[in-house]
């Protein structure tokens, strides 16, 4: 059984903030529009923190490699949105001719219909992680209950089709609100995002996402790609197809070793 859920200091703050709120307006009425403020500020702050993707404000999450596998000078591919039919088996192509692992954060519902992707995904030896169900845009507006169930549903499958429970979540574009934190060790899972972020569902130009991923490449870093919902370059290819195969080639060149998340963190 998991130890109980421990509030981060913000979230402390916030609960006190909201029970002095109360205090306060019971035992001075007239005091109500600084309880009030002081509200306003709080929310204001909770909500920023869920919509910076690397914040520790809301709860853990892994943004860097530990220092063990930043000693070993090795980096974690990680690949949202897939599987995708088109793109994913190109993509595995590519890392196996560079002999390189990857972690893929798979959405539930694409998995139960490509299953024998997501099984080969693990049988070239690299690692799927949940993406959640739905991968809704709502995502960090959705209350507890629905937080959960959408991710437990997704837990589900890819521990199904793979016959590997996933350790790792990572939310919609990183956005969450303070309920994931409890969902989230409820479950036994942990929350991960990454250090770079290239922005290729967006930007369709090889140069910009390979600069972007590349720019102060260090031991440690977790890079985020997309095999699904990728930019597409003028030729109508997916933009990781072009940009990968470059990626591992700077890899190679600075001595660093691209592993999945399990390798780097047990």
């Not at 002999?99 to 798979?106: L, Y």
């Not at 507006?141 to 837990?155: E, H, K, L, S, V």
């Not at 479950?187 to 930007?203: Q, S, V």
Request: with cysteine.
């Amino acid at each position: 059984m998991p130890p109980p859920w421990k509030p981060t200091p913000a979230i402390h703050a916030t609960l006190a903030i909201h029970a002095g709120a109360a205090v306060g307006c019971l035992l001075a009425p007239a005091l109500w529009p600084w309880a009030l403020g002081a509200l306003v500020i709080n929310h204001a702050v909770i909500t920023t923190a869920g919509l910076l993707p690397r914040s520790t404000l809301l709860g853990p999450n892994l943004t860097r490699l530990p220092p063990a596998a930043i000693a070993h000078r090795e980096v974690a591919i990680t690949i949202d949105d897939g599987p995708d039919p088109e793109v994913t088996p190109q993509v595995l192509d590519l890392l196996d001719a560079a002999g390189a692992k990857a972690t893929f954060f798979c959405i539930g519902w694409r998995a139960r219909e490509n299953p024998g992707l997501c099984r080969e995904i693990v049988a070239r030896g690299h690692q799927v992680e949940n993406h959640g169900d739905s991968h809704s845009k709502a995502f960090a507006f959705f209350g507890p209950r629905r937080m959960q169930a959408d991710i437990a549903a997704g837990q589900a499958t890819l521990a199904e089709i793979t016959g590997q429970t996933p350790r790792y979540f990572r939310a919609t574009a990183g956005l969450r609100n303070p309920f994931l934190d409890p969902v989230l060790h409820r479950l036994g899972i942990k929350l991960a995002a990454w250090t770079r972020r290239p922005y290729d569902t967006r930007c369709g130009d090889p140069d910009t996402v390979l600069e972007r991923l590349t720019r102060n490449l260090a031991p440690g870093d977790i890079l985020l790609m997309h095999d699904g919902h990728a930019a597409r370059m003028p030729d109508g290819r997916a933009v990781i197809l072009a940009v990968l195969p470059r990626l591992l080639a700077t890899l190679h060149e600075k001595q660093l070793n691209p592993v999945t998340l399990n390798d780097a963190t047990t």
